[in-house]
């Protein structure tokens, strides 16, 4: 069992920025891909970026070059840093963890990013 819990949300203007992070419950980072999702009403869950145990990261090309996925293995922490924030990156925030080995995908309960001025 893994809990992750997600923290960073809030209201920023355009252009503004906001660091969000994932704590897991026990270390995992070696045996699981970490993802952070978003959704916007009316929209489908997008993948923004991934990062893998071996610190390969991709990202959406939507947020390149503005969101960078980091992770603190001490911490047990996924951050996602968010520069530049558009209104269009206005959603619920998720953080996953995919089982390299396959199984459960555990999921944060998600935290509200609004972008607006």
């Known amino acids: 069992q893994v809990q992750l819990v997600e923290s960073g949300g809030g209201l920023v203007q355009p252009g503004g920025s906001l660091r969000l992070s994932c704590e897991a419950s026990?270390?995992?980072?070696?045996?699981?891909?970490m993802g952070w999702y978003r959704q916007a009403p009316g929209n489908q869950r997008e993948l923004v970026t991934s990062i893998t145990g071996g610190g390969s990261t991709n990202y959406a090309d939507s947020v390149k070059g503005r969101f960078t996925i980091s992770r603190d293995n001490d911490k047990n922490t996924v951050y996602l840093q968010m520069n530049s924030l558009k209104p269009e990156d206005t959603a619920v925030y998720y953080c996953?963890?995919?089982?390299?080995?396959?199984?459960?995908?555990?999921w944060g309960q998600g935290t509200q990013v609004t972008v607006s001025s």
């Open positions: 026990r270390s995992i980072f070696n045996i699981y891909v």
């Open positions: 996953a963890g995919h089982p390299i080995l396959g199984g459960t995908t555990y």
